[in-house]
C-alpha cells in the first residue's frame, strides 16, 4: 500500500489502554475499529504495554475517521494510527495489536475497513513525492496541448466541411439557374 495523506501528526504523553492515548496536542486519540482489553481484564497491561513500546516518545500519524471524526463519547479522536517503523516503511499500529493478538476487531460504522489493512505502509520520501507531483504536472500540461490540438483540428475540419456545404449550395443553385435559362432557350419557337 502507499503512504497515506495523514490529517494530523502528534506525540503521545500519557498511554490509557491498549487503544487509547493521549497527546501534547491536547487530544484523546482512540484507535479505530479494534478493542482491547478494560482495566482489570485479562490483557490489560500487555496491550497497553504494547501501545506504549509502540509510540512513546514518537511521532505518530493520524489517519482521523471522515465519517465520525470524534467517538460517541465525543472526547476522542478515533483514527488509524502510524509510527514510522523504519526509513522505508510506517507500521500501522492499529493492524499490529491484531496481529499481536491484543486487540479484537470492532468494525464500527466510520470509513475503515479492518480487512483492508496492511501492517506496513511505504514511505514516500519528499523527493519521490515532488517527482510525483512534477509527473503530474507534465501529464496535465500535456493533456491541455492535446486536446488544444483536437478542438483546433476539430474546428478547422468543421469550417472545411462548412466551405465545401456553400460551394456545394452554390453549385446547386448556379445548376438551377441554367436550368432555367435552358428552359426559357427551350421554349422559344424559332420558326
Known amino acids: 500500500m502507499i503512504s497515506p495523506d495523514f490529517d494530523m501528526k502528534e506525540k503521545p504523553t500519557i498511554i490509557i489502554d491498549g487503544y487509547t492515548f493521549n497527546t501534547t496536542g491536547g487530544n484523546t486519540i482512540r484507535l479505530?475499529?479494534?478493542?482491547?482489553?478494560?482495566?482489570?481484564?485479562?490483557?490489560?497491561?500487555?496491550?497497553?504495554d504494547?501501545?506504549?513500546?509502540?509510540?512513546?516518545?514518537?511521532?505518530?500519524?493520524?489517519?482521523?475517521?471522515?465519517?465520525?471524526?470524534w467517538d460517541t463519547s465525543g472526547n476522542r479522536l478515533v483514527c488509524i494510527l502510524y509510527v514510522s517503523f523504519n526509513s522505508t516503511h510506517y507500521i500501522n499500529v492499529n493492524k499490529a495489536h491484531?496481529?499481536?493478538?491484543?486487540?479484537?476487531?470492532?468494525?464500527?460504522?466510520?470509513?475503515?475497513?479492518?480487512?483492508?489493512?496492511?501492517?506496513?505502509?511505504?514511505?514516500f520520501s519528499e523527493d519521490t513525492r515532488n517527482n510525483i507531483i512534477l509527473v503530474s504536472a507534465l501529464i496535465g500540461t500535456l493533456l491541455t496541448i492535446v486536446i488544444l490540438i483536437v478542438i483546433r483540428r476539430g474546428y478547422r475540419f468543421i469550417q472545411l466541411q462548412f466551405d465545401k456545404t456553400k460551394r456545394w449550395?452554390?453549385?446547386?443553385?448556379?445548376?438551377?439557374?441554367?436550368?432555367?435559362?435552358?428552359?426559357?432557350?427551350?421554349?422559344?419557337?424559332?420558326?
Not at 479505530?32 to 497497553?48: L, R
Not at 504494547?50 to 471524526?69: A, G, P, W
Request: proline letters at 2%; aromatic letters at 12%.
Open 32 to 48: 479505530a475499529d479494534i478493542e482491547a482489553p478494560e482495566i482489570n481484564e485479562t490483557g490489560y497491561d500487555q496491550a497497553k
Open 50 to 69: 504494547y501501545l506504549q513500546s509502540l509510540i512513546l516518545n514518537e511521532t505518530v500519524f493520524l489517519d482521523v475517521d471522515d465519517i465520525h471524526r
Open 98 to 123: 491484531l496481529v499481536k493478538d491484543y486487540a479484537v476487531v470492532w468494525d464500527y460504522e466510520n470509513e475503515f475497513n479492518p480487512s483492508n489493512w496492511s501492517l506496513y505502509i511505504r514511505k
Open 169 to 191: 449550395i452554390k453549385g446547386l443553385k448556379d445548376r438551377k439557374k441554367t436550368k432555367k435559362e435552358i428552359s426559357d432557350i427551350g421554349s422559344f419557337d424559332f420558326k
